[in-house]
DNA sequence: TATTGTTATACTCTATAACTATA
DNA sequence: TATAGTTATAGAGTATAACAATA
């Protein structure tokens, strides 16, 4: 091994460990900053963001990785700000579908809109390093 | 705008969200499993992963971002674990260092390494992506 | 007076287990 | 019996405010 070209797994960490960095360092500002201006913790902010149309509470559970019986308490909390709903499911009265209120639609377009604004160390990144990474990424989400 | 060249603001917007749903959404199952497998809540985690060296509380809620009365059951729970311990600090007796144990100190090592290590979808890129990786989230933590 | 860290309080998230209503 | 969702409970994280010890 030469100490001038470290081993590709050596490289994969390196790189690994500053992704890590950057995004749960230094990037936990900016989650604390979105908490703050819409008064949603993370948790609640995920299950507005599953909300592109009314989704059953299990698969909420499903798609955040916890219990059902967290979900409870978070769209409690949603509902008593008046931002979703519970609606009956039809053919099986045991399920209850999650649904925006018009005001929960409007927070959650403008929720993502901020969620997606890229940072500036990104933002002004060169169009050959931003469409490797949006290459790279989306590749490695649909696998 | 050409439909087929998109901005580099969207280009920019495209990219990040695919990183962040990698990150924050694909990647909740191994923070998850790492939970689990040390026992050892995400903010424990990272006050270990802070003690390089012996640190006092202040400094520790500083790199946090968070308040320092949480500092102080943080440190409580992972005293009663055994992992660290508090101590005097020479010169301003109001500070109290927080330190590792030795058992601490093999968990923090072993935390280390099971985090860096990069998931198969990285693991798998070419040299020439490592390498673009590496230098852009290098250059994006120094700035 | 100002700073470091703790305590008190309230709310949210998390898991597990027991429960209700429905299938 | 099995499943969808809720309730009960306990432990942990978060913030704010009030406090003790020290500077």
């Known amino acids: 091994m030469d100490v001038a070209s470290p081993s590709k797994a050596d490289l994969a960490r390196e790189a690994w460990t500053a992704m890590l960095e950057f995004f749960f360092v230094k990037g936990r500002p900016k989650v604390l900053e979105l908490w703050r201006e819409f008064d949603l913790m993370p948790p609640q902010q ?3 963001g599953l909300l592109d149309e009314p989704r059953p509470m299990g698969e909420l559970a499903h798609h955040m990785h916890c219990d059902s019986s967290n979900i409870t308490g978070i769209v409690d909390r949603l509902t008593e700000r008046g931002l979703v709903e519970r609606r009956a499911a039809e053919g099986d009265r045991r399920v209850k579908l999650v649904a925006l209120t018009d005001e929960g639609r409007a927070m959650r377009t403008e ?24 290459r790279i990424f989306s590749s490695a989400l649909s696998h």
Chains 1, 2 share one sequence.
């Not at 604004?117 to 490797?132: H, M, V």
Request: charged residues 35%.
């Open 111 to 134: 929720l993502i809109r901020r969620r997606t604004e890229p940072p500036e160390e990104i933002a002004a990144l060169s169009d050959s390093d931003l469409r490797r990474l949006q």
């Open 46 to 48: 995920m299950v507005l």
